[in-house]
C-alpha cells in the first residue's frame, strides 16, 4: 500500500495548515503554503503570519527531495527549486520591510519605495505588491 502522510503546520497560511504528502509517488499538496511565482496570501486575522509561514516552509522543504512533486495551492505543478525560490522571495523581501521599518519608514513610505524590481512579476490581483508590502509590515 501507499503510505500518506498529513501533516498540520502550526502557523503558516493560518494557524491550521495541513499538507498531504504521498510518499509514493512523491507528490506534496502544500495547499496555501505554497503560491508558486507569485505572493502568498497570509491571513493575519486567523492566525497567520511570516515568520511561522517561512518556518513552516522550512520544514516541508526538509522533507522533499528534488523529484518531489508539489500541488501547491495556487500556480502550476512544481519542485523543490521553485519552493526554494518562493521561499527565498519571501525571506527577502521581509528583510527589505523589516530594515525599513527598523530605520522608522511609515507603511505609505515603504509602498511608495516599492520592492525590488526583481519581484514585480509575483504580483497578482489578490495579492498585489502594495498588500504583500502591508503584509510584511505588519509583522515586521
Do not use: C
Amino acid at each position: 500500500g501507499e503510505t500518506l502522510h498529513v501533516m498540520h503546520l502550526e502557523v503558516g497560511h493560518t494557524d491550521g495548515d495541513s499538507v498531504v504528502w504521498f510518499e509514493q509517488p512523491n507528490v506534496m499538496h502544500t495547499g496555501d503554503l505554497f503560491f508558486n511565482g507569485m505572493f502568498p496570501y497570509i491571513d493575519q486575522g486567523a492566525g497567520g503570519n511570516v515568520e511561522g509561514y517561512m518556518e513552516s516552509v522550512t520544514q516541508l522543504l526538509k522533507k522533499i527531495d528534488d523529484d518531489t512533486v508539489i500541488i501547491p495551492g495556487h500556480g502550476k505543478l512544481s519542485y523543490k527549486a521553485e519552493y526554494k525560490r518562493f521561499l527565498a522571495m519571501i525571506d527577502e523581501t521581509f528583510n527589505y520591510v523589516k530594515a525599513l521599518k527598523q530605520e522608522g519608514k511609515t507603511l505609505d513610505e515603504v509602498k511608495a519605495l516599492g520592492l525590488e524590481e526583481k519581484w514585480a512579476d509575483w504580483s497578482w490581483n489578490f495579492i498585489t505588491e502594495e498588500k504583500w508590502i502591508t503584509t510584511l509590515y505588519t509583522d515586521a
